[in-house]
């Protein structure tokens, strides 16, 4: 069963990993289909050096530029996109500004953690570039408002890295779905239980490693000693810069949720949760949680756990449409139909698994690129998209933080002022929340 840290190793040992952000400048709104696309990657490890690994596969993309605060990282993705195609990008940097300055870079990918993604995708379509930003694209509800003005305002082609959007039994499983043989669906359960993920022990502050930018490490969040604990890809369990699994793979799943219900804004959100298998461990974001999310006739419920695998259905991650006939589940490796059986009478036949082809990031990247030649905006994960499904996630963050079941009309919660606090992040200076 496919999961992340599998993916991210099978993708770093193919590419030797690092994470791209590629822009498209506005003199290549018509370019031919054989012209070159030059690609700037900000951000290099992890999921940005498969997107950028994706990018490499076609033909027609260069990636000039590299960009990374932590030098050792930036020189070993130089290496590792030469082994690709043969020479280093002959530009790199450690801050990102420099590299949308570049006129030459078209593209910029954007790989770093959550909490930079506003700033750097906003300066990057204000610049002219096209952009590929990781998911989730924003790390609060503004900055994803603000993220979908930015994109619209300056007429940018921005994909965000929601991949399962171009995976192709994800869309014959939502095809299901809405064919109604399901009967009523009462439920949708979404889980990921990720037993690989360890817990984080608590370790002291220590200096800056040499060759690491720190302080623009740190950015528009808040000052801290350097802990490795909040370093490179434990980030995301610290709520200055991520949202923990809520919304690491919330987006993914609760996406199709979303997208196979044909649903958007819930009623009422409620969530429960806590340090339950490791209190004392680092992390800040929830080791469990269960999150109710409630729409007219049914619930979707987002259940999460870090380190064990038994999530539902013999399976660590995926969905289940609960329906009166059957239960459509759904995972990266495919989809299947268990019938209700009731007083030993089957509601509906079974329909056997209906494997995945994990062609996902890659038609999700030439998706990409081929709006960007044809200067079409039929993405297969929009801006708004990512930003509609990310805001979702935050929305139970913010239930576990307040405590309180909150009722939302779509920009803000009508029951409860104080939880309105969680909407809008405050950036440490001089960094300010772009203005649109």
Known sequence: MTSRRIFLKNTITTAAGVGLVSALSGSMLSCSPNDKINVGLIGCNGMGFADLTAFLGNPEVECIALCDIDESVLARRAADVEKLRGKKPPHLYKDWRKLIDNKDVDVVIIGTPDHWHCLIMVAACEAGKDVYCEKPIGNSIEECNIMVKAAQRYKRIVQVGQWQRSDPHWASAV???????????????????????????????????????????????????????????????????????????????????????????????????????????????????????????????????????????????GLGFVGENGTLVIDRNGWEVIPEIVNKQKRMEAVALQPGLNLGLENHVKNHLDCIKHHSHKLNAS????????????????????????????????????????????????WELPKV
């Open 175 to 317: 095809d299901f779905i809405r064919s109604g043989k399901l009967g009523k669906i009462r439920l949708v359960r979404v889980f990921s239980y990720q037993g690989w993920c360890p817990s984080i022990p608590v370790v002291a502050n220590e200096p800056v490693p040499q060759g690491v930018d720190y302080d623009m490490w740190l950015g528009p969040a808040t000052q801290r000693p350097f802990n490795r604990n909040r370093f490179h890809f434990t980030f995301r369990w610290f709520w200055d810069y991520a949202g923990g699994l809520m919304t690491d793979w919330g987006v993914h799943l609760l996406d199709y949720a979303l997208y196979g219900m044909d649903v958007t804004t819930p009623k009422s959100i409620m969530a429960m949760g806590g340090k339950y298998g490791y209190p004392t461990d680092a992390c800040e974001t929830p080791d469990s949680l269960q999150t109710i999310y409630e729409f007219d006739g049914f619930n979707v419920m987002w259940d999460h756990a870090i380190g064990i695998n038994d999530g539902a259905y013999g399976r660590n991650h």
């Open 383 to 430: 801006v708004e998209i990512g930003a509609h499904i990310a805001k979702f996630s935050h929305l139970g963050n913010i239930a576990y933080r307040s405590g309180k079941k909150l009722v939302w009309d779509g920009t803000k919660f009508t029951n409860d002022v104080d939880a309105n606090r969680y909407l809008v992040p405050h950036y440490r200076a001089p």
